[in-house]
């Protein structure tokens, strides 16, 4: 198990590892599209195994929800799908300890979020839609002339 100190110094010398890996910026979206799969596929894992306790009003439905969700979390670290959420805090860590530059670590973050629909793209079902839908046992929810949720 490493110190604190060593796991700080292992994310600095991490950040440069992953700012390198955005100089190729087609694996790097694939990579992005990949964890936006792994997430949407365990959100639609967890409205289905979840679902049913929310409906009967379960107290244990956040603990299944938590559990069930975790692994997409999981898949993306194993698998190697890219999250901007674990991107913001090697590069912070990385940009603060200085082995990579604060423009650095914005640029490749831009490059994520010029992106937000990588994560998307890999998702076959988003979980706005699925609530929307009813899929949680509430009412359904009506969209206006707009797209947008009424």
């Known amino acids: 198990m490493l110190s604190l100190t060593q796991n700080i110094d292992y994310h600095a010398g991490y950040a440069v590892t ?4 955005a100089r190729r910026p087609l694996p790097f979206l694939v ?3 990949l964890g936006g799969a792994f997430i949407g596929l365990a959100d639609v894992f967890m ?6 306790f929310r409906q009967a009003g379960d107290p244990w439905f956040p603990l299944v929800s938590g559990a069930v969700f975790g ?3 999981i898949l993306c670290v194993f698998a190697g799908g890219e999250l901007a959420t674990s991107a913001m805090m090697v590069f912070t860590v990385g ?4 082995t ?3 423009a650095r670590a914005g640029g490749v973050l831009m490059l994520i979020g010029r992106c937000p629909d990588a994560h998307a793209a890999g998702q076959p079902a988003g979980g706005r839609r699925a609530v929307a839908a009813g899929a949680l046992g509430g009412r359904r929810r009506a ?3 707009c ?3 009424r």
């Open 95 to 98: 940009a603060v300890r200085r």
């Open 31 to 33: 990579s992005s599209m």
């Open 143 to 145: 969209r206006d002339g």
């Open 47 to 52: 409205f289905t195994a979840a679902g049913p």
């Open 100 to 102: 990579i530059s604060w």
């Open 147 to 149: 797209g947008r949720l």
């Open 18 to 21: 992953r700012t390198g890996e």
């Open 71 to 73: 692994m997409g979390l």
